[in-house]
């Protein structure tokens, strides 16, 4: 199947810094890319959508000033986490859809905000 | 709007057990219905997918059937192994270039 490649695979940073996570879709090229949040034991979280050359559409209730998207290729796209804070400690994913549906996901971004 | 509603876990079940996890969906046009696997500390993965209404998507023993009557996409496995401790989502996208809607998530563990 595609490969997604999501780096880095987990990261500390310092309350008050900025973080950010790569999203690559290594074998095919992607218009749409998607990020997700996920808190334990529970589902994925719809943060924004990713476009190639475009504003991303941001779902509501999140933040656009703070998750600050970039897709500046067809094979990345991403997602920096401005003055992060201790409730900005998540699993991320990002997930690129091939075609019209086909959607490959990263294996995710663990951060943890100190 | 769009939703997916599946079963809350956790599944404990031992090997060689029946493995049934409950899905449905609300109804609202045509989605493509897939069923994902999450392992500890990694990404999701396709498990299957069903199309349109009557497709059995199969996979690694397991399988799940679009049934358009019932607004539901079970996923099914007649003898879970270890391996398959996991958490399973149930996912359905709209259209063309649509986003996921996920369900909750259902962890199961299977013990030896």
């Known amino acids: 199947g595609a490969v997604v490649s999501q780096h880095p695979s987990w990261v500390i940073c310092k309350s008050g810094t900025s973080v950010k996570i790569e999203c690559r879709s290594l074998?095919?090229?992607?218009?749409?890319m998607f990020w997700y949040r996920q808190f334990p034991k529970q589902s994925l979280m719809l943060m924004a959508t990713s476009n190639e050359g475009s504003k991303a559409t941001y779902e509501q209730g999140v933040e656009k000033d703070k998750f600050l998207i970039n897709h500046a290729s067809l094979t990345l796209s991403t997602l920096t986490v401005t003055s992060a804070h201790p409730e900005d400690s998540s699993f991320y994913i990002c997930?690129?859809?091939?075609?019209?549906?086909?959607?490959?996901f990263g294996q995710g971004t663990r951060l943890t905000v100190v | 709007g769009d939703s997916v509603t599946q079963m809350e876990g956790p599944v404990t079940l031992s090997e060689e057990a029946f493995l049934t996890i409950n899905c449905t969906y609300t109804?609202?046009?045509?989605?493509?219905l897939f069923w994902y696997v999450q392992y500890p500390g990694e990404g999701l993965q396709l498990l299957l997918k069903?199309?349109?209404?009557?497709d059995k998507g199969s996979n690694k023993g397991f399988e799940a059937t679009y049934r358009k009557e019932t607004t539901s996409f079970h996923l099914e496995k007649g003898s879970v192994q270890v391996s398959d401790s996991a958490v399973y989502f149930c996912a359905r996208v709209k259209a063309a270039g649509n986003k996921l809607t996920f369900g909750g998530g259902t962890r199961v563990l299977v013990k030896p």
């Open positions: 997930s690129a859809l091939r075609g019209d549906t086909e959607a490959f």
């Open positions: 069903a199309t349109k209404a009557d």
């Open positions: 074998d095919f090229q992607a218009t749409t």
């Open positions: 109804a609202t046009g045509y989605p493509s």
